[in-house]
């Protein structure tokens, strides 16, 4: 009775893991303005294509401590990559200052609008990952992607209900650049946020590719 009990348990253990899925999120746009004139962004020109992709554990979710409509999915900081035009593939710096964590957060009916943004708080999107780039303001820079869309976007907050291709369909607000404490030096055109389980994705080096990959 207690082996076919311990068998049981292990089974219900083996089932809950399988259930957990690598997800990778792509942020695709272009260059809507750069102000950078030194160091390695200075050569990010407008109308570069921008290509950020990361990846997250399906199973690995903090919920909001504020008892919000959001749930922060753990960023595997190693994964990070940001590629502008001819400039990357660009890090996060791993471990964060202070060795924050960085989520990818959900936001479903919070209150009435849907969403995502990337940010090292589960709730709030004003604390921003670092770049593993050194600012001119702050130590470093920092990568800001807030997509906000209509309510009915999402049916949930787990991720594995989220998967597909977000553009301008239902967008209702974006706030994507990178920015230096207060400035936001570099400016972003969002086309395309892709949540998928797929394990290869294609990068796009130019301009053209980017607009192939959103018609």
């Known amino acids: 009775m207690k082996k076919s009990l311990m068998m049981t348990l292990i089974l219900v253990v083996l089932a809950g893991s399988a259930l957990a899925e690598m997800v990778k999120i792509e942020c695709i746009g272009t260059v809507e303005y750069s102000q950078v004139n030194q160091g390695v962004f200075a050569d990010v020109n407008s109308g ?12 690995n979710w903090v919920a909001s401590p504020g008892g919000f409509g959001v749930r922060g ?79 009915e976007t999402f049916s949930s907050l787990d991720i594995l209900d989220c998967l597909g291709t977000y ?6 607000s974006f706030y994507t650049v990178i920015s ?6 570099i400016g972003f055109e969002p086309m ?18 980017v ?3 959103y018609r």
């Open 48 to 59: 570069d294509a921008v290509y950020a992709t990361f990846n997250v554990d399906s199973d």
């Open 73 to 151: 999915y753990v960023v595997d900081q190693s994964s990070f990559q940001l590629t502008i035009g001819s400039v990357g593939p660009v890090a996060l710096v791993n471990p964060q200052p202070n060795d924050a964590v960085t989520y990818f957060s959900i936001r479903n009916a919070d209150p009435v609008a849907d969403g995502f943004f990337i940010a090292n708080q589960v709730d709030y999107d004003n604390i921003l990952p670092s770049l593993n780039v050194p600012g001119g303001l702050d130590p470093w820079f920092s990568f800001h992607w807030t997509i906000g869309y209509t309510g």
């Open 167 to 172: 553009d301008f369909t239902g967008l209702t």
């Open 180 to 185: 230096d404490a207060f400035a936001d030096p």
């Open 192 to 209: 395309q946020t892709i949540i998928s389980t797929e394990s290869v994705a294609t990068e796009p080096a130019s301009l053209g590719q």
């Open 211 to 213: 607009k192939a990959l």
